[in-house]
């Protein structure tokens, strides 16, 4: 099985850093935002081998050297469209029956 | 603040007038005052170019619908003798799903001409896989910095969408959590790269959006004789009314009533963590639009192109609700499975046009691509998973952030007026507190505001008056 806690130099990997810790950050924000550090990630090869967590320098798509914690190996999407709502399930059943009524009529 | 942030922030001027290829400063006529015109023409590209670089792009050209089913729906509870013709403008029919590619198509065609090895945008729309596209097919680097995460790394799905398009066409896609401090970030990024800011308000993005106008006005000639009546273009930035509106006028459809559409997010702050992921709709909403159209220059150019106060003439707001619904309608009854953003103008277009005459011509001037994580059954899942009450019933009880009411029926759906007066008023105040205490606007400024508002001298001169009373 893949080992998606450590990456080999050449590996697609993403690194994680802190950009401003929440004393750095601007002024004007909301409290909520303001206690929390300003963080990114950013994906590309790995220059050397390393475990999760371990400090890290990628090579990213414009060559770009970024150097941040490894966060995730060979990182991927999982966002999907889940379930219908059920607020909606009707709606295209329940406007076509009016159309054709409204037709039907003489419209 | 930080030191980084401040030192970064100190040569915004020097950094973005290199990564910009252009200098406003010689567009300034005062504190005021610019000279508009002459910095949209400052890139010297025709509207026949631009349609030409797009066509090459493979932007543009795209199909205009009429929608006869939501036409006969409207009908059949409209008023006797009203509900107007309904058209759209499948948007979504560009390279990379939007119109935002006609943007992108122009800024990256120009970094190609002045010789830049990449370009690097900000945004966390449809803009990023427009810019990523195009760079890729001009073989240019392209990085977009994406405000993508809350503080727990939960991203909305709509955006880790984006996200993975902009990678799909090859961008180095930085992801950033909430907060301002982006514009920074993307500075120090333009200092470490050199690269072109592909912003989505220079002269290049807005001039792109013109020839989206102007063909509309075209096909709808074509197709019924006349440019359309009203044209419902959703807002959040002001490009989109801005450029559309701009591309009618070239086409001489002077008569051609221009009407943004935004969702309501009123109460929801945009640059809160917690409020981040409270809200269902990532663009095309109150949150921007209202602050853009009253103070553009906002933006991270000196002074923006897109300015669509000077061009709306109804700003129209409609509930979260609202528009899952008319999504949903719009793909059972017309075929068209489409993404969020251009169904916020469909949403209130379909208000719109049952208070119209049958006569009238309506175009919603943009779709958008839809698929994981943008689809309204994503957005809505999300929506439930972050404690926001999902609901059947009376849109208007909705609450941003707390309650999305979906309609139970389409006679529910019922834009609402945003009142354009109080905006000018707060355009005006804006403007004043920029130029700097004492300063005395000229008779140049009053008709700066005057054409900025879309309204005229005498009406400026009474808000100055008043604002000097309060």
């Known amino acids: ?107 | 603040m930080a030191g980084r942030t401040e030192a970064i922030l100190a040569r915004k001027g020097e950094i973005m007038k290199r990564a910009l290829g252009m200098d406003y400063a010689q567009f300034e006529r005062s504190p005021i005052a610019f000279d508009y015109e002459a910095m949209m023409a400052a890139h010297g590209y025709s509207l026949d170019e631009i349609i030409r670089i797009q066509l090459a792009g493979g932007v543009g050209k795209t199909p205009l619908l009429e929608l006869r089913n939501l036409t006969d729906l409207i009908r059949s509870y409209a008023e006797p003798g009203h509900g107007a013709r309904l058209f759209v403008k499948d948007e979504a029919a560009n390279m990379a799903g939007s119109f935002k590619d006609r943007r992108a198509s122009i800024s990256i065609h120009a970094a190609k001409e002045k010789g830049y090895a990449g370009v690097i945008a900000a945004t966390s729309g449809n803009y990023g896989a427009a810019v990523s596209s195009q760079a890729a097919r001009a073989s240019l680097n392209c990085i977009i910095v994406q405000e993508a995460f809350d503080s727990r790394h939960v991203g909305q799905p709509e955006i880790i969408e984006k996200s993975r398009i902009c990678e799909a066409f090859g961008a180095e896609v930085v992801q950033l959590t909430v907060g301002p401090e982006l514009f920074s970030h993307m500075l120090e990024l333009l200092d470490e790269t050199g690269y072109l800011a592909a912003s989505l308000y220079s002269a290049f993005g807005i001039s792109g959006i013109e020839s989206l106008g102007w063909e509309l006005a075209e096909e709808m000639t074509a197709l019924t004789g006349a440019p359309p009546t009203h044209v419902v273009v959703t807002h959040a930035g002001g490009g989109n009314t801005t450029g559309t509106a701009r591309g009618l006028r070239r086409a001489g459809a002077t008569s051609t009533q221009v009407v943004s559409a935004s969702v309501d997010l009123s109460g929801l702050h945009m640059a809160s963590d917690t409020d981040f992921n409270r809200k269902s709709f990532t663009t095309g909403h109150t949150g921007f639009g209202v602050p853009f159209a009253t103070w553009p220059d906002r933006a991270d150019v000196p002074r923006n192109a897109a300015r669509a106060l000077r061009y709306m003439d109804r700003y129209l707001t409609v509930t979260q609700g609202e528009v899952f619904y008319v999504t949903e309608a719009m793909a059972k009854l017309e075929g068209l499975e489409r993404g969020p953003s251009g169904n916020t103008a469909m949403a209130a277009a379909m208000s719109l046009a049952r208070d119209l005459p049958r006569d009238a011509t309506v175009v919603v001037q943009e779709t958008e691509y839809t698929g994981a994580g943008k689809h309204h059954w994503a957005q809505l899942n999300f929506a439930r998973a972050n404690g926001v009450e999902v609901r059947a019933g009376d849109p208007t009880e909705s609450v941003p952030g707390k309650s999305i009411v979906i309609p139970e029926r389409p006679e529910q759906i019922r834009a609402k007026d945003f009142d354009l007066g109080k905006m000018r008023r707060s355009y005006v105040r804006n403007a004043l507190a920029h130029a700097g205490e004492g300063y005395a606007p000229t008779s140049e400024d009053i008709e700066f505001l005057a054409a900025d508002t879309h309204s005229d001298a005498e009406s400026v001169e009474a808000i100055i008056a008043a604002l000097k009373e309060a």
Do not use: I
Not at chain 1, 37 to 62: C, H, N, Q, S, Y
Not at chain 1, 86 to 98: F, I, Q, S, Y
């Open chain 1, 1 to 107: 099985m893949e080992d998606t806690t450590r990456c080999a130099p050449g590996d697609w990997v993403e690194v994680e850093s802190v950009l401003l810790e929440p004393a750095d950050r601007a002024t004007n924000l909301p409290e909520d935002t303001a206690a929390q550090p300003l963080r990114m990630w950013v994906k590309g090869f790995a220059r050397t081998a390393a475990a999760v967590g371990d400090e890290l320098t990628v090579e990213t798509m414009t060559g770009r050297e970024v150097t941040g914690t490894l966060s995730e190996v060979n990182p991927g999407y999982f966002h999907t469209f889940g379930k219908p709502a059920p607020e909606l399930t009707a709606v295209g059943r329940d406007l076509r029956a009016r159309v054709a009524a409204y037709r039907k009529a003489g419209g």
